[in-house]
């Protein structure tokens, strides 16, 4: 009996034991899994030379700075789209920006804890780089094209984009580069649509791809459009990156400054971009407008944050941009394009009695950009 009792308390007690171990790992693994969440992320920054003369820095394009926050153990930074750049223990960053001009991006520092979550925080800088003159503050010309005199179109500037096939929207025209559909006159430049003999149409569509491509600034264009029913105008632009197989359209992003479809009473300015389910996002108003009988100026103001249109100095068009993601395409170069259509998905339809030897054109006095 008593040998019955001491191997029961034997048994008790390496129960007992196991118990108690089993506890002591399982507190132990609770610990292991606890997520350390980062806070209080501080980033002080400077502009190298950034005075209340100079608010866009010295043009050195040099920005430095250090990040701090509770319970992190490592930063990274990253420069608008580009990747992150890192780590860095100390929180200390610096950057010299290459690019000319007016750099307008937002800048992000992300802070680690020591179980990989993290936290961010995200800088709007706008910062001038030597080179193209700009003072960030849209009152220096930096390029443009008065389009003085008669003749051909200047080709270092513009390129003339030619053939038919609809160009994605059932249009019904054929751009060529001839002098009939494309020239300047006493001081104006003319895209000019016409009904040849055979009836077809003819047009021009201009290009400053690879000549002038900017981000961020000011545009202004004084144009005059056509009146006949059908023609489709647009003064507008694509991403840089368009023609990169892995982006394409509408990843690249488009900025319509203006555009005019059937109503020939309004012209209109619009957005498009490439969401995270790969359609098309887009977002435009319009306004009214006498277009044919006057010249009016078509106005561009872009910031890193912001699209704006304008008529005659009118804003009828504004859309935050920095919340456009995955792509953010709108904070990348851009080049412009000119062309006036005919017919297709927002021409409308052609007005059936036009004859033989038609001409109606888009005329534009110049096109000025300011950063």
């Not at 000549?211 to 632009?237: C, H, N, T």
């Not at 995270?276 to 006498?290: K, V």
């Not at 912001?306 to 456009?324: C, Y």
Request: proline share 3%.
């Amino acid at each position: 009996m008593k040998k019955n009792y001491l191997f029961f308390v034997f048994v008790l007690i390496s129960l007992l034991t196991i118990s108690c171990s089993g506890g002591d790992d399982s507190a132990s693994s609770n610990n292991n899994n606890q997520q350390i969440m980062p806070s209080n992320l501080q980033v002080s920054l400077t502009i190298e030379g950034e005075n209340s003369q100079n608010p866009n820095g010295d043009g050195s394009g040099l920005f430095y700075g250090i990040a701090t926050a509770s319970d992190a153990v490592y930063y990274t930074f990253k420069i608008g789209n580009g990747d992150e750049s890192g780590p860095s223990e100390s929180g200390e960053f610096s950057y010299t920006l290459t690019d000319n001009g007016l750099q307008q991006f937002p800048f992000y520092v992300y802070a680690y804890s020591s179980t990989g979550d993290k936290i961010s925080k995200i800088t709007n800088l706008s910062i001038f780089v030597e080179g193209n003159g700009g003072s960030g503050n849209n009152d220096v010309l930096v390029w443009s094209d008065e389009f003085d005199g008669t003749g051909s179109i200047d080709s270092s500037k513009w390129t003339t984009e030619t053939g038919g096939g609809g160009w994605g929207n059932q249009e019904e025209q054929i751009y060529t580069s001839s002098s009939n559909n494309v020239r300047r006159e006493a001081g104006v430049l003319k895209i000019k649509v016409r009904k040849e003999s055979n009836g077809n149409f003819t047009s021009a569509r201009i290009i400053t791809e690879d000549k002038f491509e900017f981000k961020y600034g000011r545009v202004d264009i004084r144009a005059k459009l056509p009146s006949v029913q059908g023609s489709w105008p647009a003064l507008w632009m694509l991403g840089a990156n368009f023609r990169d197989p892995s982006v394409g359209w509408p990843q690249c992003g488009e900025i319509d400054i203006m555009e005019q479809f059937e109503n020939k009473n309004r012209v209109q300015s619009t957005l498009h971009w490439k969401l995270a389910n790969g359609e098309r996002g887009q977002y435009g108003l319009d306004t009214t407008n006498s277009t044919s009988t006057d010249f009016h100026i078509y106005s561009l103001e872009w910031t890193p944050t912001n699209i704006k249109s304008f008529l005659d100095g009118n804003e009828f068009f504004s859309m935050n941009i920095d919340g456009v993601a995955p792509y953010y395409p709108f904070n990348e170069d851009f080049f412009f394009i000119f062309n006036v259509a005919m017919g297709g998905t927002n021409g409308g339809d052609i007005d059936p009695n036009l004859q033989d030897g038609y001409v109606d054109a888009m005329e534009v006095d110049y096109i000025r950009v300011y950063q």
